[in-house]
């Protein structure tokens, strides 16, 4: 299983961006999207369910919208009001049975 996150870039306050994570095989239970912010623990931000149940820490609830295109294999996660402090390498992260499988992270900086 392969999962490739895109989607990351530059962007000022209260901008958005939406990233993708498109995997190669199929069957996970979840879905999710992490982060690490320099300096600190990764931390995950939104999750979606094989049901499409979704899920989102709080500090991001409101603004950040997770989703999926099933027919293509890819997840979603729309940022909007982007703030500063969600400043991070995102990464995207997919559980089937007992595995879990990460991406490489996609960086992305709010900043004026």
């Known amino acids: 299983v392969q999962l490739q996150a895109s989607g990351g870039g530059l962007v000022q306050p209260g901008g958005s961006l939406r990233l993708s994570c498109a995997a190669s095989?199929?069957?996970?239970?979840?879905t999710a999207w992490y982060r690490q912010a320099p300096g600190k623990q990764r931390e995950w931000v939104a999750r979606?369910?094989?049901?499409?149940?979704?899920d989102y820490t709080d500090s991001v609830k409101g603004r950040f919208t997770i989703s999926r295109d099933i027919r293509k294999n890819e997840v979603y996660l729309q940022m909007n009001s982007l703030k500063p402090e969600d400043t991070a390498i995102y990464y995207c992260?997919?559980?089937?049975?007992?595995?879990?499988?990460w991406g490489q992270g996609t960086q992305v900086t709010v900043s004026s």
């Open positions: 992260n997919a559980v089937r049975g007992s595995a879990t499988f």
């Open positions: 095989g199929r069957g996970f239970k979840s």
């Open positions: 979606i369910t094989a049901g499409g149940d979704t």
